[in-house]
Structures are given as C-alpha cells and as structure tokens.
C-alpha cells in the first residue's frame, strides 16, 4: 500500500470519526459533489452509533424524550467513539459517562447500567441449568469446600436510585414515578427461556451470592451470613438460597476449592 493512499485512509476516517472535513479530501474539481458525498459517511456513521445507543438503552431515550437523549449521544459519541467491529459493544461506557455528565442525576447512569446489564443478559450463550438432584448426590464432607458456577447471563448490580421502577414504568408506557436516591439495594438480573428477569436482593441473599460470584466457598458464604442472622438460621437461610437460583436456572457447575 502505498504511502499516499495511507494518509488518504487516514485523513478519510479522521473525517468520518471527527465530523471536521480536511479539504485535501474534496479539492479540485465537483468540490460540492464530493462534500456531499463525503458528508453522507459522516452522517451515516454517527446515524448508526446513534440508533446503537437507542437499541441499547430504549427506556432511557424513553425517560429523556428523543431530542434530550440525542443532544447526549452525539457528546458521547464525540468522546467515545467506537472501537469494536460489532457495533452491539457500543454504549458500553455510557452509564459512567453519563455520571461526568449528569452528576445531578444519579439515576440516568443508573438506569443506563440496568438497561446495558439486561442487554448483556439477554446476549450471553446459554449453559444448562444445574438440577438439584446434582446436589442432592453430593457428599456431605464436600460442601464446606464447593464452589458454584453462575451461567454467563447472570449480572448484579448495586443501586442507589429507583432506576428499576423508571424502566418499569417506561416499559409499560405508564407515568414515572419520582426519581429519587436512598439505601443502596442489591438487584439480580438474569435469563430464562429466552427472557430478562430482574428482581432486588435482600441483604442475605445478596451476600451469599456476591460471595459465591466471587468464588468464594460454601462455607465462606455461611460464615458471612452470620453478619444478619444466628448461627441455627444459617443452614435454612442458605438452603433457600440455594433452592431459588436452583429454580431460576442461575448454577451451571460446582467445583472444589483447591482442586485442579
């Protein structure tokens, strides 16, 4: 490739990324047609990061109206250009630029955070569910030492702000409930047959399973239990966690802490 055409390619996606023409690329003659015709890729591809943005966080541009949610996209795509060959990526930093845009508005990022988790739960491949009778065979001198596998779909998130009830209320095209900020509260999102669920964690099941996500042994996250109930509630407080993610599909595999 010759150098020439290197700096053609270069000065031509500068323009594309940047939306600034360099007059190097439309001098000589039909300057006009060439403008135009140049200014059809820079439309196009801001266009298509737009609609991307749209698809992603549909709730969000219906919460901000159209003209507020596209005023945001173009700064955001001014700043975060994309940078995969699957346009599916894009938006993946937006809910932490929304908090430098709108730190007065803490459920804007956290209402993008919920809509991208959804999405990447609603993308991530499938892995069968584990059954209880897997459990059920283990042997009891195993359990202190198991580790649980959670299937990809899964995501956990922590929220200051009523964002679930903002996408709630804009999914159902019914009027928003006032937007405010409290106690942090744990939500769980994940999928089965084909469809996003969503639900808040109470601080028990939270913590067994942020300990588990984490790797952390069966044992470790009963130790911990004990921060918000007695030593006898722990097995049932357990078990009930185990019996729930067992029914939503969420374990895909156990392991042994410290084996290969």
Same mark, same amino acid.
């Given at each position: 490739m010759s /150098?020439a055409?290197? @700096?053609?390619?270069h000065e031509?996606? =500068? *323009? $594309?990324?940047?939306?600034?023409?360099? #007059?190097?690329?439309?001098c000589? &003659?039909?300057e006009?047609?060439?403008?135009?015709?140049?200014?059809?890729?820079?439309?196009?591809?801001?266009?298509r990061l737009?609609?991307?943005?749209?698809d992603?966080?549909?709730?969000?541009?219906?919460?901000?109206? %159209?003209d507020?949610?596209?005023m945001?996209a173009?700064g955001y795509?001014?700043?975060?250009?994309? =940078?995969?060959?699957?346009?599916?990526?894009?938006?993946?930093?937006w809910? +932490?630029?929304l908090k &430098?845009?709108?730190?007065?508005?803490?459920?804007?990022s956290?209402?993008?955070?919920?809509?991208?988790a959804? !999405?990447?739960?609603?993308?991530a491949?499938n +892995?069968?569910?584990?059954?209880? #009778?897997?459990?059920?065979?283990?042997?009891?001198?195993?359990?202190p030492?198991? *580790?649980?596998?959670?299937?990809?779909?899964?995501?956990?998130? *922590?929220l200051? &702000?009523?964002?679930?009830?903002?996408?709630?209320?804009?999914? @159902?095209?019914?009027?928003a409930?006032?937007?405010?900020e !409290?106690?942090?509260?744990?939500w769980? $999102?994940?999928?089965?047959?084909l =469809?996003?669920?969503?639900?808040?964690?109470?601080?028990?099941?939270a913590?067994?399973l942020?300990?588990?996500?984490?790797?952390? &042994?069966?044992?470790?996250?009963?130790?911990?239990?004990?921060?918000?109930? %007695?030593? #006898?509630?722990?097995?049932?407080? /357990?078990?009930?966690?185990?019996?729930r993610?067992? /029914?939503?599909?969420?374990?895909?595999g156990?392991?042994?802490?410290? %084996?290969d």
């Amino acid at each position: 490739m010759s /150098a020439a055409l290197q @700096r053609l390619q270069h000065e031509l996606q =500068r *323009t $594309i990324l940047s939306g600034v023409t360099n #007059d190097a690329l439309v001098c000589g &003659t039909d300057e006009s047609d060439r403008a135009a015709r140049l200014g059809i890729y820079v439309y196009a591809y801001r266009s298509r990061l737009h609609d991307a943005l749209v698809d992603n966080f549909p709730m969000l541009q219906v919460h901000l109206g %159209s003209d507020e949610f596209a005023m945001l996209a173009r700064g955001y795509i001014d700043v975060q250009p994309s =940078r995969n060959y699957s346009i599916r990526t894009f938006g993946s930093n937006w809910s +932490e630029w929304l908090k &430098t845009q709108r730190p007065d508005e803490p459920w804007l990022s956290e209402l993008a955070a919920f809509e991208w988790a959804l !999405g990447c739960a609603f993308d991530a491949p499938n +892995e069968p569910p584990l059954s209880c #009778d897997a459990l059920s065979r283990l042997a009891v001198e195993t359990w202190p030492t198991l *580790t649980f596998r959670f299937a990809p779909c899964v995501r956990h998130l *922590t929220l200051e &702000t009523n964002a679930p009830q903002l996408y709630d209320c804009a999914a @159902r095209g019914i009027s928003a409930v006032g937007r405010h900020e !409290g106690a942090s509260v744990e939500w769980l $999102i994940w999928r089965q047959s084909l =469809r996003t669920h969503y639900r808040s964690l109470s601080p028990i099941e939270a913590l067994a399973l942020t300990s588990l996500l984490a790797g952390r &042994t069966f044992a470790n996250a009963c130790e911990r239990l004990l921060y918000h109930c %007695s030593a #006898d509630d722990v097995p049932t407080r /357990a078990a009930a966690c185990l019996k729930r993610w067992l /029914a939503d599909g969420l374990i895909v595999g156990l392991g042994l802490s410290g %084996s290969d």
